[in-house]
């Protein structure tokens, strides 16, 4: 058979229109690309080594806008990438030049490495892209390649975990950041796919009690040219070239596709679900001033949202140049055909959605009806997947508005916790309504409470350690005068800027970092936790550290706070030990089978809450009791107080035996302990306690 080193003699038959991409069928390749406005595709074939290209043949056929061939005797590991020809007419909206090697949007794997050079730019340096600035260098030798693969896969019984959403805890992390210090990890693994499926890896996350991590950006991306220029890479991922390929800089020098697939098994035998962070608003290929590396130069007025009235430049409503144009018919095949691929070939359990508003406009305005997000929800496989929005983008902020079968990401819980325990801006009211699962934003069209993701904090923005001991960013390392990131973090110092040593401030940062991550996990709806989060992790004030691929970003094993890391644990287990934290339905204040209402709001004086109590400013101090389905479950009551001073609170009485304290943040050291009618709460802290049945 053909060697995958050697490429066979380029005779292209017909071969057949679907499925895009490069597909092996055992005997040969078929390739397939979609272009409405092409007026010819060339097949260019490299080495093994992907620096020397080898043959060039047109792709015989064009049926319904696909233009596709079939390459008899190519074997998986062939090595390709497209040269598009047609009209150089920026101002037309085409963009198509020969001179440039594009890679394949439907590649499963890439090989070589892309290296910036002036000739991945379609139009002459210094200039304006026109018809009379085209720029004709090849850009072959600098560009990365796609890679023939044989997708057949031994998945030996991989099984999903199929974790309900109620049960959900997710975790979000960036692959390499996860391992690059971890002791335990071997050198050559850490940072990569094989690290993060290590074992010490995944026992971590076994123990700490998550069920989910979603994944920082796997698809394959670029590092910008500008930040290339400055020494720095694009850390986070948030710049995609390929929807189809996993990373290759986080397989360290061994295969990404196989690697990537070991990972999702290894995680899945632990019971972890693996949900991706996925980019499809725009591309690394920027605005018009940007490189064409695929999409631009396969058709550009097809791929892409373009102004009609502004010279056909692109609409950016992403902040990254473009906005991809979903309301295309080809374009929303690439995206489901993308997303089934991940599910169906790389059994990944759900996405998240960045940017999710840039996904649902159809061409205007977000549209909760959009054709995208119509057609996800009814698909037989991606319907049954984590679906998780970040209802906003530059242009658009929509949080709630998305249909039934999504969850968000809560920026209201974000902002709400904050400004109760850090800023004091916050009332109480705001509180209980982010407490029990934003009703206000979430509670229609049948969605559940289980729509809201609630977090602290996330990947963009300060580290729960950070949003305790800085007022203001600190990112002069981005190389951007500190003009980049958040202004507005709602976050304090108590009086001292970055780290300290006098103990009175040590020790309420620590009592508001634990206070945050209580109300955090004994909210309803779905928790998400940033990686380090649970180890105290700094980032020494940067709020936006998407360029830094540093010890900045990465976990701090040996440096981690373990009594932080089994407080986490501690909210995790009693989460996961008491029903009544995780609920299905909303709080209507309707009677349990026991008479108990579901929930009950509690002033500090043991009596239920009135308007006044919820209209009083100064009011920072407040609990409630959770209704039991049955005798037999545990009664629980939260106490929450957000005022610099201790507070007596008269307890209810107990519904079975008396109350016991399960937590206290206080003071996490302090083991479990009955208390009589009144319980001394103290400064910022929240505080568990429970009532067993008799």
Known sequence: MQSSAEPPAA?????????????????????????????RVELCLFDAGAATEVARVALPACTDQVWHGYLPGAQPGLVYGYRVHGRYDPAGGHRFNPHKLLIDPYARAFAGRFRWDTAHYDYQNGTEPSATTVDNRDNAAA?????????????????????????????????KGFTMTHPD?????????????????????????????ELLPVQEFIDEHALVRNGLVNYWGYNPLGYFAPATRYAGGRDPVVEFRALVRALHAAGIEVILDVVYGHTC???????????????????YWLNEQANFNYVDVTGCGNTFNLSHPRTLQLVMDSLRYWVAEMHVDGFRFDLATALARDGGGFNPGASFLDVLRQDPLLSQVKLIAEPWDT???????????????????????????????????????????????????????????????????????????????????????????????????????????D??????????????????????????????????????????????????????????????????????E????????????????????????????????????????????????????????????TALLVLINGDPAEIPFTLPPAPGAAWTTLLDSADPAVSERMVENTVTLPAHAVMVLASVAR
């Open 11 to 39: 005779r292209l038959a017909a071969g057949r229109p679907w499925p895009l991409g490069a597909h092996w069928d055992g005997n040969g390749v078929n390739f397939a690309l979609f272009s409405a406005h092409a007026e």
């Open 185 to 213: 990890i071997p050198e050559d693994l850490r940072g990569t796919y094989a690290g993060f499926a290590h074992p010490a890896a995944i026992d971590y996350l076994r123990r700490l009690g998550v069920t989910a991590v």
């Open 143 to 175: 560009m990365v390649k796609c890679r023939v693969i044989d997708s057949a896969h031994d998945w030996g019984g991989d099984r999903p975990p199929r974790t309900p959403w109620a049960d959900t805890v997710i975790y979000e992390v960036h692959v």
């Open 395 to 501: 242009a658009s902020y929509e949080t709630g508005r998305f249909p039934s079968g999504f969850s968000e990401w809560n920026d209201k819980f974000r902002d709400t916790a904050r400004g109760f325990w850090l800023t004091r801006d916050a009332h109480c009211s705001e509180l209980a309504k982010r407490l029990t699962a934003s009703s206000d934003l979430f509670r229609h069209d049948g969605r559940a409470p289980q729509a809201s993701i609630n977090f602290i904090t996330a990947h963009d923005g300060f580290t729960l350690t950070d949003l305790t001991s800085y007022q203001g960013k600190h990112n002069e390392a981005n190389g951007q005068s500190n003009h980049d990131g958040m202004d507005s973090n709602r976050s304090v110092n108590y009086g001292v800027e970055g780290p300290s040593t």
């Open 285 to 303: 290929e920027g605005d018009k001033f940007g490189p064409t590396l695929g999409f631009r130069g396969i058709d550009n007025a097809g791929y």
């Open 503 to 572: 103990d009175a401030i040590v020790a309420v940062r620590q009592r508001s970092r634990r206070a945050l991550l209580a109300t955090l996990f004994l909210s309803q709806g779905v928790p998400m936790l940033l990686a380090g989060d649970e180890q105290g992790r700094s980032q020494h004030g940067n709020n936006n550290a998407y360029c830094q691929d540093l010890p900045l970003s990465w976990l701090d094993w040996r440096g981690a706070d373990v009594a932080l890391v089994d407080f986490t644990r501690r909210l995790l």
């Open 574 to 633: 009693l989460r996961r030990r008491h029903p009544a934290l995780r609920r299905t339905s909303w709080f209507d204040g309707s009677l349990t089978a026991l008479d108990e209402r579901d929930i009950t709001w509690l002033s500090r004086h043991g009596g239920e809450m009135t308007s006044d109590h919820w209209q009083e400013w100064s009011n920072n101090c407040f609990g409630f009791r959770l209704g039991r389905a049955d005798a037999a479950e």
